[in-house]
């Protein structure tokens, strides 16, 4: 990756950046003159987009507060070997590092950056059985995400990110109440919100969604990728830099690192914007 980025290369990098703040910071340093992009698609869903549109157009009012719930099938309790390093600390792939930064990315495309944050996180199974081997895995990281957060919008979010959810009963549910009238959006899958559609409903009339790049499937959770892909040829043939970038991906990494220090030391993280 660095070669490439340090040869001005158009870049795309999975979310999360690095394994760690400090290789997300040196790979967003390394951006040279080409585009780097990533994977942070739940933002670039149709529905979102809408629905951002018509919270920053105020057909709904003032932002007042949301209620989100994120679940994702997996961080419970089996795994399989091959997934063995999602409990490891080192390896930065966690339920906070990838299930919660898509969720409360989602919230900020929706109600500006956040600004300040309450958090608690637990590990409900600590010592997940490996169902390929029957042994068990030492699990290092939280597998349960409760977030209290402020926004840019003055809006208040409260965020559960669940893992160990039935596949059967993932989803996903935003609900934004503003002085003048209220919107959801629903759906999810069991590989968390990023990863399937969303549909949006409001108390005011909207515009459908766009028609998205590639349809979802049962079979595939690429709708949201394949939006980014097109994200991407766009900036890349007008010169336009609307893609999430790896400035993006830092800012995103910053914000799971305050969650995670809010949680430790039980004392509100607030932000120098706040």
Known sequence: MLAALEAGKAVYCEAPLGSSPAETRMLAASTQTGHSVIGLQGRLNPSVRRAAQIIA???IGRPLNARVVSTSSAFGAASTSAYEYFEKE???ASLLTIAAGHTLDL???LLGEITAVDARTETLWPHPQLL?????ARREVPDHVDVLARTMTGAIVTADVVGGVPPEDADFRFELRGTDGWLTLTGGTLYGVQGGD???AS???FAAPDKPAAPATTASPALNVA???ACLVRDLQTGSRSAPDFAHARHNTDLMAAVSQAARSGRRWTS???
């Open 57 to 59: 157009e105020g057909r």
């Open 90 to 92: 080192e390896s930065g």
């Open 107 to 109: 919230v900020e495309a």
């Open 132 to 136: 390929d081997t029957g042994g068990q």
């Open 198 to 200: 969303l549909s949006l």
């Open 203 to 205: 108390s005011i009339s």
């Open 227 to 229: 939006e980014l892909y």
């Open 272 to 274: 120098a914007n706040s």
